[in-house]
């Protein structure tokens, strides 16, 4: 079944509305977040189909939020894909042991960032 509701997380505003601008073109319904547990507080909420997260926020940062969605039973079957200007080879294992299920640096494509959703 192909994803229609994505979740996007990002604290900056422009990284926010650009990955929504990209989203909603491709004819997703998006919901956004701007801290890792407003992501989780959301996904508990609205139950997305992906989630799209920056790892480097305030508070609670991506990658602690993806372990807090993964590890709860309600969520743990809503892929988390990191889209984060992190990319060390030793960030892309530090995510997957988050349970992140793939990592897309900055700068992205509109294609990368479609395919990649596409792909899960």
């Given at each position: ?53 920056d790892v480097v926020m ?26 984060t200007s992190k990319n ?33």
């Open positions: 079944m192909k994803p229609s509701k994505v979740m996007i997380v990002d604290d900056s505003p422009v990284d926010l509305q650009h990955l929504k601008q990209i989203m909603a073109d491709a004819g997703y319904q998006v919901i956004t977040a701007t801290d890792g547990q407003d992501a989780y507080d959301k996904a508990k909420a609205y139950r997305p189909d992906v989630i799209l997260m305030e508070g609670v940062d991506g990658f602690q939020a993806c372990r807090n969605i993964t590890s709860d039973k309600d969520l743990a079957s809503i892929p988390v894909v990191f889209v060390q080879r030793a960030d892309r294992v530090w995510g997957e042991l988050q349970g992140g299920k793939g990592m897309i640096t900055k700068p992205y494509t509109q294609a990368q960032i479609i395919d990649t959703i596409a792909a899960l």
